[in-house]
């Protein structure tokens, strides 16, 4: 790569004696960017600290306060933030969280912020990584707002693998298949997008890929664009709901994990992207409609007609989840109730340990397959207290998003 | 990513910071004597003194001639690390590594250090009181037994 | 000579002052470069790697945060082999293997649970009269200590 790298300040207490300092710089050079420490000297680390006001007492942490002060005054140069603290420590929590709202609300630098444990990869940290460093390098592909020519979308994801084929800014062509081996289910969902086009692959000219499979297929299908599902997706969920300009948030429950993105122009500012457990996760619903005996899609109209307050469930635990469903279908509950429940429940987990990370402003904007189960919308909506925008081929959305950006690359071929 | 294997450099040696404030020795001073004992003993120049690299004893035994030249305002300390290792240097983590701060913050003091090393051979001794007051865990307030007759002792 | 461990196990001040006086100060260094100078996996910067939170294992739970269990590696050995101890309490400005106030809280009430060992606690000195308390006493202090059992002499 002859790009110049991007340069990420990392502002962090603890990744060095927990071993993990190495996965965050292996993470960053897998995407061409370099991690720094913010140059401060020890009077800027007492007089920011004071200044900020919160008083931590760990002295990495007031190291980490009076860096990302040097960054919002530009004393010192950056084009993203790495933030990451241990996990279970509650004085970082509180100072990560101050920190990332400060950057956000006072900078334009993109901000990630990350709790690990002594287990985290590089690979866990990947995708935030690429993300941190798309947003800061393609700005110019990000401002993207129109699809031209004819392009392909796919998007491998971790329960189910999507195409679509769009032809001057229309949707002309759809696949959707069940994950199973991650080439031959993008061969499948692309055959059925161009097939439904009426289009040959030699008449595509730009394909994007995202989603876990990304690379594989990108390499397989020759892609020009390979990008992570962060920025794709909040990229076709703006373009979708048509909110491309001011602010808006983005949800993503998906199979594995879920993702909640700030956006403002279509650009993320500070997303997360996680889940403690599959409990909180699009898998929770699919076992649930399993174990009722429907279909996933018509799991959502039957959460529609239950009442969820009557049973008591909480998926923390993809078991303990379980558990309450058969313990509640055991004492007569109804199915409404129960698949309305589970439908709560995952609402509440993704509100209670992601949505506190991002800041929440209006339009809300559901995506992916979950998007499709309106009962979970309906909690959603419930708990945040906002009508829920779910647009049109919302479960295709990093199909949409690598298409439409892919775009970009024609006049490259 | 795959685990690189790691091979160490300098194995069995051992690096010793040299910190020097002094009114009458400069770090370059303390530079010339020693590179004079050094005999094959590594020596860098940094901007508060020195940091010197080899076997323990060979390390340890230059020490103990360079804090002869002025004792009371030379300073020593372990470095785990070898000189100049890209790990911890300034123009590769783009900030000072966390221990520089935690030298900047002592070298304000070391003028109290030196002074009281200074003092330290002499009979007189040190006041114990101050010594109580550096030893006590946290800081004094006011007794409530006070507080209730500053209370009562004022004008309704 | 006596092992000393010393908090901050980063200061400087401390370091030198064992040292100079005939002992042996045990702080974060040493710990650092054991592990520096031991051939294994690359991990920088400190090469050290997700074991040794599971080593700190031994001295705090599993729900206690990565770094404190991975910091307690580092001292929780010193800590145990240490003869001595000198403790400075306002020590808030120590940065990476101090820089964790969790850490340090352990760190503190594992020395002062030895109660075998002679321990000095003390504050940075903040004036020359200070100063030379300071530095009296921690000369005293070492100067006592027994160069066979590592406890006071008699």
Known sequence: MSEQPVRVAQLSCGPEHSGVQKEIYDAAAMVNAEMFFPDVALSDIQSAYDEFGLEAR??????AIARAKALVDGSVDADAVFIATCFRCSEAAIVRNELRHYIHNNSKLPVVSYSFTERTT??????????????????????????????????????????????????????????????????????????????????????????????????????????????????????????????????????????????????????????????ASGRFLEMTAKRLGVDITALGPLAMKG????????????????????????????KEDVAAAACRSVAEQVFEQQLQEVDIKE??????????????????????????????????????????????????? | MANKPYKPDYTGTITKYVFIESPDTTPQTLAIRAYELSEGVMIKETCFGLQITGKPEEVNNIIIQLRNIDPTHIFVKDRAFPPGDPRRCRANLGGARPGYFGHEFEMRLIKYISKGLLESDSKKGYNKDILSKLKKKSTDKLPAEKLQKIIETQEP | MVKVFIYPSTSLILSDMVERFGHNPLGAAIAIRERIQTPGFDSPPLQMTPEDPKKGLKYAAVEVPSGVRGRMALFGPMIEEAEAAIIINDSDLAFGCMGCARTNELVKFSIRKRKEIPILELKYPSSEEEGIAFVGAIKEFLEGLSKNTGGMEE
């Open chain 1, 58 to 63: 760990s002295a990495d942490l007031k190291l």
């Open chain 1, 122 to 279: 590089s690979g866990t940290l990947l995708t935030r990584m690429e993300a941190l460093t798309t947003i800061a390098r393609r700005r110019a592909l990000l401002a993207r707002e129109k699809q031209v020519g004819i392009t392909l979308g796919i998007d491998s994801g971790s329960s189910t693998t999507k195409a679509i084929v769009m032809k001057d800014n229309e949707i002309v062509g759809t696949g959707w298949t069940p994950t199973t081996a991650v080439l031959e289910s993008a061969e499948t969902v692309v055959n059925s997008a161009l097939e439904e086009a009426g289009i040959s692959m030699s008449d595509i000219e730009a394909i994007g890929t995202t989603g876990y499979g990304r690379f594989l297929i990108g390499q397989k299908f020759n892609a020009d664009l390979i990008q992570e599902e962060l920025t794709v997706n909040s990229k076709g969920a703006v373009y979708l709901a048509d909110k491309q300009r001011g602010e808006a948030t983005v949800i993503d429950i998906g199979g594995m994990d879920n993702k909640a993105i700030s956006v403002q122009d279509g650009i993320p500012g500070t997303f997360t992207m996680g889940g403690i457990c599959a409990g």
């Open chain 1, 307 to 334: 009442l969820s307050k009557t049973v008591p469930m909480n998926s923390y635990c993809i078991v303990f989840g379980t558990q309450s469903l058969v313990n509640a279908l055991a004492e007569g509950h109804t």
């Open chain 1, 363 to 413: 339009p809300v904007i559901m995506v992916g397959g979950t998007s499709l189960i309106e009962g979970l919308v309906n909690e959603m909506g419930r708990l945040l207290q906002t009508e829920i925008v779910v647009p049109h081929h919302s479960q295709y959305i990093g199909s949409v998003g690598s298409a439409l950006l892919a775009s970009g690359f024609i006049k490259d071929r």
